[in-house]
């Protein structure tokens, strides 16, 4: 995005910052939120890494027509079937890397491609379990191989385990574990700050 008018840029971090903040305001108030209710008061909001474009990248797509199981761990110690649906390859800090997305019903066009990933910043700077990103097949991945898509990291998120034992959620496959570090959408949460 470095040919990208100010004007575009400040009005994708506003919309970031907007987004933001109605995802805080659902957690803050909203009875399906993952904060525990002895939490709820003192939540002030997620911590956010600042909005970076350099972590908003143009992914080449490899669409999987037969595509491979992938048994994928939980944090409640169970395995959950995925499809490895397709591949995005892009360059991050300089590297070339590849995650993997995912779908329980690969037949289904309405299911968003999961993107679970684990990078240098995992445990440390973010959520121990991992983050995640989803795409909405319809105008996100093209007609197949070669087509390019936008992927926003600033809207990687964090998943509900993460806040509450109550929930368990997929953990990022081995071959979604990145060696670069992404600064760039939610930070881990401790509900003692």
């Not at 995912?102 to 968003?112: C, L, N």
């Not at 574990?177 to 992404?182: G, H, R």
């Amino acid at each position: 995005m470095a040919d990208t008018p100010d004007d575009t840029v400040d009005g994708y971090v506003a919309d970031l910052r907007a987004n933001r903040e109605e995802k805080d305001d659902f957690f803050s108030d909203h009875p399906q939120s993952p904060i525990p209710p002895e939490h709820r008061e003192a939540f002030s909001g997620l911590d956010y890494f600042d909005p970076a474009l350099d972590y908003r990248v143009e992914a080449s797509v490899t669409v999987h027509d037969d595509p491979d199981p992938v048994p994928i761990e939980t944090t409640a110690g169970n395995e959950v079937r995925y499809v490895r649906v397709v591949t995005f390859g892009f360059d991050l800090g300089g590297e070339a890397v590849e995650l993997h997305g995912y779908k329980q019903r690969p037949e289904d066009d309405e299911e968003a491609v999961f993107v679970p990933f684990r990078d240098k910043t995992t445990g440390q700077e973010s959520y121990r379990g991992g983050r995640y990103l989803e795409l909405h097949p319809e105008g996100d991945l093209g007609d197949g191989d070669g087509d390019v898509v936008t992927l926003d990291c600033n809207l990687a998120y964090t998943p509900f385990c993460a806040f509450s034992d109550t929930f368990s959620c997929p953990l990022p496959p081995e071959e979604n574990w990145l060696d670069v570090a992404v600064r760039a959408g939610e930070r881990g949460w401790d509900p003692g700050e």
